[in-house]
Every structure is written in C-alpha cells, then in structure tokens.
C-alpha cells in the first residue's frame, strides 16, 4: 500500500515539475563567407550570417555601406534559428591598388568580422596579370598588377577576354598603331571576348607596343600589347 502511494504521489507530481523546468537558451553567431575578393568595379555584395537573435551590422571602411537596414529585430525563440543577409554597396575601386575593408555584425553577446577585398582592377583572364606588389607576407594577395599581351613576330591573331559588371569601351591609349586592330569597341556586362588582329613584325630586333584602355564605368584598366622582333622567334 506505501508503494502505491508513492508512486501515486510521484507521478502526481511530474507534470508540475517538468513544467517548472525552463528550456536551455541557445545563443549562436555563425557566418558564411567571412573572407571574399571582389573586382574593382563590382559594386554590388552582402554578408550572411544565422543567429537567434537580434542583430546589428556596421562597416568600418569609407567603401562599403550597409545596404538597406542595418539591423534585425527577433522575437527570441531557441527552436528557431534565422538566416540572415545584410546587404553591401561597393564603391568602384578607382586608386589601381587593391583594399581591404571590414563589416561588424552582433548579436547577443557574440560579434564577427567580415573581410573584403577589392582588387585594383577588373576581371581580366587574357592576358592574366602579373604581380609587380603584393598586400600580405604570404604572397596570396595581389596589391598592384599589369597586364601585358605578348605574341609572337607572326601571330595573325589573339583576343582580350574579361568580365566586366558595366557597359565597357576599348580605345587605344595615346598613339593609334598600324600593325593592331580590334573587332569590338564597346559592349555589354557579363562575358566578353575581344578579337585583335596583327600584321607580321618584320623588323629584326625591335618589339613593337601598343597599349589599350578597357574601361567599366568608373573603373579602367590598361592592358600593354607587345610584338616580339622576329629574330626572336
């Protein structure tokens, strides 16, 4: 009979107990794309990061500017964790050296860093870039960069590829060369290829050059064409 009315009594009391007892609270921060490059005249990003609770973005670079509202009311709820996006704006990168900028974001009792790179210059894949100066120990970074385009005393024809996030224009910088043409001045955003046609180099040590502008919207960039001599060949 005492085994029952224990029991009765601690069943009886369960409900009561458990419901005395309080969920743990679960306090996060996590963030995707901390580190990101972005092209001289990409003006366009955001940051993206998931939490529980309220939130606040703020930039520490005179570049880049929180899109849109700069923070986040939550109604605090420990089942629930939202993705959350602050969007960025990007001044185009006209200096020709590479920058580093930073984004704060806090919630809670946590806060964290987003870090952003903008090269000096635009999205070019032919010719690539050479370094003349990196920004970090490591040599990951470039900070300052030329591109040059070199063929051959023969090469008939080559192409300048690039993206570009504006409508772009491609005129000769300075004097207009006989030996190197282009099929196309100017264009759309997005993919571009540009087609250059030469004439021979039939001069036995000299290197013939030309240099080119290609600019989007605010942001231009100088690529160097050099015809080797055709002793060199």
Known sequence: MLMKKTLFLIFGLLPFVLSCVKDPETHQLLIENRFATLYADQTVD?????????????????????????????????????????????????????????????????SSTFVRVQYGYLNISRPLCTVEEFMDEAQTVPKRVHHTLTVNAQTDEDSLCFVVQNYWSLAFEGETPEWVTFDKTGGQRGKNSVKLSFSENTDATKTREAKLRLTSGQVSNLITIQQKPTVEE
Not at 53 to 75: R, V
Not at 84 to 97: D, E, F, K, M, Y
């Open 46 to 110: 955001s940051v993206v990061f998931y939490t529980f609770d309220s939130w606040s973005a703020a930039s520490a670079t005179d570049w880049l500017a929180i899109d849109g509202p700069s923070e986040g009311k939550i109604q605090y709820n420990n089942s629930r964790r939202y993705r959350c996006r602050a969007g960025l704006i990007v001044s185009p990168n006209t200096t020709g050296v590479t920058r580093d900028g930073y984004v704060y974001v806090n919630s809670y009792d946590y």
